[in-house]
């Protein structure tokens, strides 16, 4: 296998493993939380590699999301007081126990190979270097098997969890009533987070991980209402994310982290703006309408309240709905002119009237709102 299928190979998997979490932290309301997460646990990685003087120790990992989980029980513990507020809460948290690390390794690791730097930004040219040497042959990078447990540990959670993970992440009074604990669930969640985190640092950093664990599931989630479907989404997005982002790298020579990130920012984009259902166009449209509509509807009720009325002269009048309406002249001529290519209202002696489609459409609009309440 070639170094370029390698890379995208990679980039794919660590997209979806880090997507699959990613969908309960966006529904949850936690993205900033992934921010949180994969910069503390450089702590845990620090702290881990001075009690095992190794990189390559898997205490790396268990020291990270030990320290991924106090993160979140620091925030939540500071919220719970009532006196600040959940971002602000992070906004504390996080950059104290992020610079301590910081310190700490500029202070007593200057020597060995645990670069700020890498961790942050990574760098996916050089995964493939890393190669998995088993009994004298090479099967490829470590990554890609690294990377593929942790997806798999991920894949196993949510199936096995799923009833429980979608209860306590909508409706977490239903989930104790139905007596498992919200609390477990959502620091199991966070084990989880701070696993993938972890793992995908030395390939592909901190920036991309948060990258690829917010982005594909907030455009899922403008894309479909159903939970599966979400994470489905999220991962098939992630992995175009990846792949597209590599191409835009190869074609403007460019990194290769940062052109992921942008391909996900892209892709969000246009789906935030061309989304059938909740995107920024169809969301203009629908509200445009529904305005119109209700314009409509006002104008023909207050047309059939003063219908055969002496006022109506006064109140439906060309030139004198305009005052009693309040409406701005030149929507009021639109709504006129809506209504009068719809056949449901007519001129005549300068009073507006209704048409019998018209009367009868008044009728059954103000049924429906009268039903309704």
Known sequence: ??????????????????SLPGVFLVLRKMAMMSDAITHTILLGIVIAFFMVNSLTSPLLIVGAAIMGVFTVFLTEMLNNTKLVSEDSAIGVVFPLLFSIAIIIISRY??????????????????????????????????????MGIILIINLVFIIVFFKELKIATFDPALATVLGFSPIVIHYSLMTMV???????????GSILVIAFMIGPPVTAYLLTDNLKNMILLSGVIGAINGIFGYQLASALDVSIAGSMALMTGIVFLLVFVFAP???????????????????????????????GKQEEA??????????????????????????KDKKKIYVEDDIIKLTDLGREYAIKSYEEIVSEF
């Open 277 to 307: 259902k909740r995107g920024f166009l169809t969301t203009f449209r629908r509200r445009r309408f529904q305005k119109i509509d209700f314009a409509e509807k006002s104008l023909l009720f207050h047309i059939f309240n003063h219908e």
């Open 314 to 339: 006064l109140e439906s009048g060309v030139n004198t709905i305009e005052d009693h309406l309040n409406w701005d002249r030149h929507f009021l001529k639109l709504i006129i002119k809506g209504l």
């Open 194 to 204: 701070s696993i993938t985190a972890v793992g995908a640092f030395e390939s592909v």
């Open 109 to 146: 690791a200057g020597s060995v190979h645990l670069d700020t730097d890498s961790v942050l930004l990574g760098e996916l040219a050089y995964a493939p270097f890393n190669r998995m040497i088993v009994f004298g042959q090479d099967i490829g990078p470590k990554a890609i098997y690294s």
């Open 1 to 18: 296998m070639s170094p370029e299928l390698e890379i995208q190979l990679i980039a794919v998997i660590v997209a979806v493993a880090c």
